[in-house]
């Protein structure tokens, strides 16, 4: 059974699986999540860090955890970034400071969603278009 726990203004603090798997929550002074951190068999398993720019837009999410089978850390990070329009334009995924692959969005010229483009390296993978 699960069990969900908030502090006073709502925010969840704290998911609880079994007595030993968990999952907590901060948030900043803005009210902006800031980290997530699981524990998995009274073991920490990974840790989201929250990173925001000056108008709250979510500039970055970095994952550190440890496989608990190699023990080896593993580091995973997307990084975004926003038209003057606010719209977010560009997802880029790392792990271990490697690109994986980015999206990239595209608007028309009234501010729709037109288009997402995920391509690694080399080659567009999926491509979506929108019509209205």
Do not use: C, W
Request: no cysteine; glycine share 2%; charged share 25%.
């Amino acid at each position: 059974m699960q069990y969900f726990s908030f502090d006073g203004i709502d925010r969840m603090k704290r998911v609880k699986v079994s007595t030993k798997n968990l999952l907590n929550y901060r948030y900043n002074n803005s009210t902006l999540l800031s980290s997530a951190k699981t524990t998995i068999d009274d073991n920490d398993d990974f840790e989201n860090s929250y990173s925001y720019n000056t108008f709250n837009e979510l500039v970055e999410i970095a994952q550190v955890g440890i496989n608990p089978t190699t023990l080896i850390s593993a580091t995973k990070n997307v990084s975004y970034e926003y038209n003057q329009e606010i719209q977010r334009t560009k997802a880029s995924r790392f792990e271990n400071l490697i690109s994986v692959f980015d999206t990239n969005y595209v608007y028309d010229e009234i501010g729709r969603l037109n288009q997402i483009e995920h391509k690694n390296l080399s080659e567009t993978f999926a491509n979506y278009s929108m019509i209205y």
